[in-house]
């Protein structure tokens, strides 16, 4: 699973971004259509690799609050007469 479709507008934000870099960082220029394949090839590459990282981070953030509602649990238990 990966993202399919980005808007439109952040899309655009993107690809005049990309045709920024190669303007200042290589002196070079980039038509639309050529910055935006190289958008399309980027996400396809790096997509995957964040959305697994996303998902691998949220485990960590929720097994941490499920360990402290664990403790939270066990403080709660009365002890046994």
């Known amino acids: 699973m990966f993202i399919k479709k980005v808007p439109k ?5 993107i690809i005049t971004n990309i045709q920024l ?3 200042k960082e290589r002196d070079d220029s980039l038509g639309n259509l050529e910055a935006e394949q190289l958008f399309d090839f980027m996400l396809n590459k790096i997509a995957p690799i964040i959305y697994n990282q996303a998902l691998s981070d949220v485990r960590k953030v929720i097994q941490q609050q499920f360990d402290s509602l664990e403790e939270e649990i066990y403080a709660l238990e009365k002890p046994l007469r």
């Open 21 to 23: 870099y190669f303007s």
């Open 9 to 13: 507008e952040h899309k655009d934000t």
